[in-house]
C-alpha cells in the first residue's frame, strides 16, 4: 500500500513541474507575484516600526514629503512609504567622506540638536508678515515689509524674475531667491507666488486685502488673489542687482576720455534700460552705459574700472520712455553688465615651461578653494593643479586635475592635507580661510550634495550633521595652526576678504605667484567672478542648525586661530566672524 500512495501523493506537484515547464512565462509571473507580496510585507513591517517610534513625538513625517502631498486616508500610508523608500535610496546612495580629518573619529554618543526630530518647519528671523503684525514690527534689518500692492497679469507691479510653489512657498523662499539675484523687492501672491523686481509699478491698496495664508507656513500671509505683499530686501554688499537679464552695477562718475573708455555710444528716441542693454548686447560688449538719452557700450579698462562708485541719488534722472527707470545724465552713468562674456581673461593653458616650485593653494573643505582655483586661472591665464582627482572639477574646465600634482605645468596646486609632511612638499603656499559656520555648512553641503548641491533636510535633521560639526570643527582650526607652524613661505587670504575687495586681493595673490599683472584681466574676472560653483540661494536652511554647545565650541577654535594668526604678523581673523 505505502508503494502504490507515493505516486498519488507525487501526481500533483508533477502536474504543475509540467505546467511550468510548458508555460515558463507564467512561473516567472508567479515568481514576480511572490517576490512583490514579500516587499509589501517588508514595508509594512517597516511602516509600522517607524510610527511606533516617531508616533510619541507626533512626527512621523518624513522631512522630504511636502505638506500638501498626502492626503486623507489611505493616501497618507502611500506617502510614508514613500517617504521611508526615499530614506532606504538616499542611504545607499550617500557619498564616502573623501578628506578626513587628521584623527581616528571616535564613536561616542552624538549630541543632537534640539530641533532633530521634530518634522516641523522653522523659519529665519526675517520671515514676516505674521498676522496681527504692524508694518513697523516687521523690520528688523534684513527685509522690511513695504505693505499691499496691485498686481495686474498684463502689467506685474515687479518685473524682475518670478517662481512658484503651491505645496511649500514660504515668506523666507521668496526673500532668499530674491536677494540673491540681486533685486531689492520681493512680492507674494495667491499664497503660493513670488515675483522681484527693483521697482514697484503699482499702487498700494488695503491690508485686509492681503489675507491668503503662505502654503508652506500657515502663521504668515502670503499676498491674495491679485495682491502682492511687498517686501524691501537690505542686498549684502556682494549681491548682485539685476535687470532682467542684465546685472545693475551702479551709479559712476563720466569718464575723462568717455570716446576711449566707452568707444561705442548712440542716441535712443525714448531711452530706457532695456533699449540701451539690447544696442550693447548686440554690439558684444559687456557694459551698457546710460547717460540720458545717450548710450555708451564698452569693457572695464582702467579708463573705467567700476570700482569709484557714487551716491545713486546721483544718477536719478527717470528715463524718457519709461518713468519707473534711472538713465542718469550726462555727468553720472547709471551701469549694468551685459550677458555678453567678457573673453580677455577666458583663455587658459599649461605652463609653457616646468616650474621647479611646488606652490600650494590650501584650505580646509568649505572654505572656497575652487572658487579661488576659478579666480586664479582668469586672472594669470594658466591652469590650477590638485592634490586630488576630482572628476566632476575636470568636468567643469579645471583640465589641471588630470595631471599629478608634481607635474609642474600649473600654477599651483590645490590641497586640504594638514600633515607636516605633506605641508612641507610645497616651496610656499596661498592658505585660504574662511569663517569656520560658513565653511563647515558648505562642507557638508558638498560631501551629501556635490560641488553646488545641497544636503537634504534628512542629512541637516539627522545625526550626520552633529557628528560633522564633532569631528570637522576641530580640524578647521588645526588646518590652519599647522599651515602656520610647517609652511615654508605662507600668505594668508581671508574668504570674506576676497569677496570684499576681489580685485585687489586677487592682485597681490599673482603677484605672490611671481606673475606679472595684468589690470584689464583682473577687471575682466570681476564680471565674471562666480563661474559655475555658486549655490543658488532657494535652498538655504530657513533655521540656525548650530546649537549653543556647538557654537561655544567654534568660538573657542576662532580665537585660537586668531592669536596663532597675530603672532605671524599675517590678517587676523575678520571683524564679522570673531566672537565677541
Known amino acids: 500500500m505505502r508503494v502504490a500512495r507515493e505516486p498519488i501523493m507525487a501526481r500533483p506537484l508533477l502536474k504543475i513541474h509540467r505546467y511550468f515547464r510548458r508555460k515558463p512565462v507564467r512561473f516567472f509571473s508567479f515568481i514576480l507575484l511572490y517576490l512583490t507580496a514579500g516587499s509589501l510585507v517588508f514595508l509594512h513591517s517597516g511602516f509600522s516600526s517607524n510610527t511606533s517610534t516617531t508616533g510619541a513625538s507626533g512626527s512621523g513625517r518624513d522631512p522630504l514629503i511636502s505638506e500638501g502631498g498626502a492626503s486623507t486616508g489611505g493616501g497618507s500610508s502611500t506617502a510614508e512609504g514613500l517617504g521611508l523608500l526615499r530614506r532606504v535610496f538616499k542611504e545607499t546612495r550617500r557619498a564616502p567622506r573623501r578628506f578626513r580629518p587628521p584623527w581616528r573619529k571616535e564613536n561616542g554618543a552624538q549630541h543632537v540638536p534640539e530641533w532633530a526630530g ?11 508678515g505674521a498676522k496681527g503684525k504692524t508694518t513697523k514690527e516687521m523690520d528688523n534689518g534684513r527685509a ?23 505645496k511649500k512657498m514660504t515668506v523666507f523662499r521668496c526673500q532668499d531667491n530674491c536677494a540673491e539675484r540681486g533685486y531689492l523687492y520681493a512680492g507674494l501672491e495667491f499664497g503660493a507666488e513670488c515675483y522681484c523686481g527693483h521697482k514697484i509699478q503699482a499702487p498700494n491698496v488695503s491690508e485686509s486685502e492681503c489675507n491668503m495664508e503662505c502654503k508652506g507656513e500657515k502663521s504668515n500671509l502670503c499676498g491674495g488673489p491679485n495682491r502682492l505683499s511687498i517686501y524691501r530686501l537690505e542686498l549684502s554688499q556682494e549681491s548682485a542687482r539685476r535687470y532682467g537679464s542684465a546685472i545693475f552695477k551702479g551709479c559712476f562718475k563720466r569718464p575723462d576720455n568717455v570716446t576711449l573708455a566707452l568707444p561705442a555710444s548712440a542716441v535712443i528716441n525714448n531711452m530706457s534700460v532695456d533699449k540701451c542693454v539690447d544696442m550693447c548686447t548686440e554690439k558684444e560688449f559687456s557694459l551698457a552705459a546710460l547717460a540720458g538719452e545717450k548710450c555708451h557700450c564698452g569693457f572695464p579698462t582702467p579708463l573705467f574700472t567700476l570700482h569709484d562708485h557714487e551716491d545713486e541719488e546721483l544718477c536719478l534722472q527717470h528715463c524718457a520712455g519709461e518713468d519707473f527707470e534711472s538713465c542718469g545724465n550726462s555727468d553720472f552713468f547709471v551701469v549694468y553688465q551685459t550677458q555678453v562674456q567678457d573673453n580677455r581673461c577666458m583663455d587658459r593653458r599649461f605652463l609653457p615651461t616646468r616650474s621647479k616650485h611646488l606652490m600650494a593653494l590650501a584650505s580646509f573643505p568649505g572654505a572656497g578653494n575652487t572658487w579661488a582655483r576659478h579666480l586664479i586661472e582668469l586672472a594669470t591665464g594658466y591652469y590650477t593643479g590638485s592634490y586630488y582627482f576630482d572628476g566632476s572639477l575636470y568636468n567643469k574646465g579645471f583640465k589641471g586635475e588630470r595631471d599629478h600634482w608634481r607635474s609642474g605645468r600649473t600654477i599651483c596646486i590645490k590641497t586640504h592635507e594638514s600633515g607636516r609632511k605633506e605641508i612641507e612638499t610645497f616651496d610656499a603656499s596661498i ?11 558648505a562642507e557638508f553641503n558638498r560631501k551629501y550634495g556635490g560641488h553646488v548641491g545641497f544636503a537634504s533636510q534628512a542629512h541637516w535633521r539627522g545625526k550626520e550633521w552633529p557628528e560633522f560639526v564633532k569631528n570637522y570643527a576641530p580640524w578647521w582650526a588645526s588646518h590652519t595652526l599647522d599651515w602656520l607652524k610647517y609652511g615654508k613661505k605662507v600668505q594668508v587670504v581671508h574668504f570674506e576678504d576676497l569677496k570684499r575687495d576681489l580685485f585687489f586681493r586677487l592682485k597681490d595673490m599673482v603677484i605672490f605667484l611671481g606673475l606679472e599683472v595684468s589690470e584689464d584681466r583682473l577687471l575682466c574676472v570681476e564680471g565674471q567672478k562666480d563661474g559655475n560653483f555658486k549655490r543658488s540661494g532657494l535652498r538655504k536652511l530657513e533655521y540656525d542648525p548650530y546649537t549653543p554647545e556647538m557654537r561655544a565650541t567654534i568660538d573657542g577654535l576662532i580665537k ?18 570673531r566672537p565677541r
Open 560 to 577: 585660537t586661530v586668531d592669536m596663532a594668526l597675530r603672532k605671524r604678523n599675517v590678517p587676523a581673523v575678520p571683524e564679522e566672524y
Open 144 to 166: 522690511k515689509y513695504i505693505g499691499c500692492y496691485v498686481d495686474d497679469t498684463q502689467k506685474r507691479a515687479l518685473r524682475g524674475v518670478s517662481f512658484f510653489d503651491y
Open 431 to 441: 592658505l585660504m580661510i574662511r569663517n569656520p559656520y560658513k565653511a563647515l555648512m
Open 118 to 128: 521634530r518634522g516641523v518647519e522653522h523659519t529665519s528671523s526675517w520671515s514676516h
